[in-house]
């Protein structure tokens, strides 16, 4: 008993000791595992008594390690996702006191009648609950019995477990009984680790092209397939990026570009550069640190970002991270709850955003059929018969709340609730840009959400054109800023949007693939490749300020559609 007592004691030192580290203490036990994965192995013979003690200890440890170095997510990342780094310890093993479940139990209930799952260490019963998941039923069948935390963790809202009955929890897992297969790299782990050790320095890559063609071998496939994945026959994804090539610059020369400055402002705020990060769910599939990445390498590098209400980081996390003077904005959907938002804005503008992005072109989620083949197994469950509930992809077992109802008089309401200027986010058509100004919101991003929602939705690049040939009185407004996203992939795509009128110019996915590759590294590389891009295309058109680019200088010239790939 008293060996036991010690062995559950140890383990819930161990994880208490791991579930409140700062930014900075977790990435560097981050790093200090993963060395240490490098040179340790496990103790040989079954994991029982104190021998199992030992095993688990170095299992969770090197399960840390193999976390860190595949970035998948681990008990350490979710404890501090779920709770914040300022709440109370999380213990994996729970309290010595309390009863633990052996695993053996835990993999005897895995039917749709009969449903327990693991996560972080803790025992569900989610045979309720299964018919009302956000994500379909299969998503939660194919965890039955099993340890679900990897797959869980990276998709859901950090209070996702808190939203549960206290009734579904069953108890804390018996980590002395998990079984050493528990903690065996999978196949797509080993083709993981394989790549990333194959990874070059992240000044290898020259494009951002490259960027995301060296993320793609590090993604899971269930990864790549959210971030890559657009709506339907993804014309409208393709047509974003393509749309840029029909308009050519007609340069100026013979000027004095030797010294030139990108520095301009966002919403008010001063910028290095006219491009910001957009809002982006889910970074963490990526990389362990997920959105606290992206925050740490937009304040070094000057440039402003929104951040998701789906991120993948907890609002703690990223106060923790954030510097007092940044330029991060907070992007929302509005619940169908109003409480929820009304909430959300406060303790955002508590937190020192220094606006809100409003996102609307999103009333419910496109059909992304990479993303949902990728998420589902399309065959039926053994034990259920036929699939009468369908395959869900990440999108849409992440946006279960989010209102189809919204409507112009919203705006008002945010405004009645918090002072931060608001941006929306989804236009697509110029009489809705007009609709913006009359509102009162200081921004618009002309956006399609990426092509993740309607295809056919037009390019953005082209709304904006069209907004230069009938209302240029907006685009030079002092009381209203116009800016635009999707299908940016050159520092040439930024100079374009800029001199037809556009305030700034956002990025989506190369961000989440340049953290996905190198972490916080990555992500300045990312926008240093930009950076580089637009002062070398502001040289050659004669330009050395922002402010000098104008509508003159570019040219529409020609409507082909982009080819299909």
Known sequence: MNRSMSSRSSVKNLARALSRPSVNQRQGFLRQLHRQSQTQKPPSGPPTGSNGKSHYLWAAAGGLALASLLYNVSPLESSVAEHGPDAAPVSVAGDPHEKLIAYDEVMRHNTKTDCWVIINGEVYDVTKFMEIHPGGVNAILKMAGKDATKAFMPIHPPDALSTLPPEYHVGTLDPTTAPASAYEETEEEIRIRKAREALPHPEAALNLNEIEELAKGVLTRVAYAYY???????????????????????????????????????????????????????????????????????????????????????????????????????????????????????????????????????????????????KGDFQAPATGGANTNGTKGVAQAISGYQDPDITWDDIAWIRSITKLPLMVKGIQCVEDVEKAYKHGVKAVVLSNHGGRSLDFSPPPIDILYELRQKRPDLLSSSKFEVYIDGGVRRGTDVLKALCLGAKGVGLGRPVLYGNTGWGEDGVRRVIQIIREEVETGMRLLGVTRVEDLKPEMVRYMGSDPAPRR
């Not at 030797?258 to 301009?264: E, M």
């Not at 705020?269 to 606290?292: D, K, M, N, Q, T």
């Not at 990223?318 to 303790?347: C, G, M, W």
């Open 228 to 374: 890559s994945s657009a709506g339907d026959d993804e014309y409208t994804f393709r047509e974003n990026a393509y749309a840029y090539k029909r308009y050519w610059f007609r340069p100026r020369v013979m000027n004095r570009v030797s010294k030139i400055t990108t520095s301009t402002t966002f919403m008010g705020y001063p910028v290095s550069l006219p491009v910001f990060i957009c809002p982006a769910a889910l970074a963490r599939l990526g990389h362990p640190e997920g959105e606290v990445n992206i925050v740490q390498a937009a304040a070094k590098e000057g440039v402003a970002q929104g951040l998701s209400i789906n991120a993948s980081c907890s609002l703690d996390e990223i106060k923790e991270a954030k510097t007092p003077d940044q330029t991060l904005f907070f992007q929302i959907y509005l619940d169908r709850n109003r409480k929820n938002s009304e909430n959300l804005l406060r303790r955002v503008e508590k937190d020192g955003y220094k606006g809100i992005i409003l996102t609307v072109d999103s009333a419910v989620p496109g059909k992304r059929e990479r993303d949902m083949r990728a």
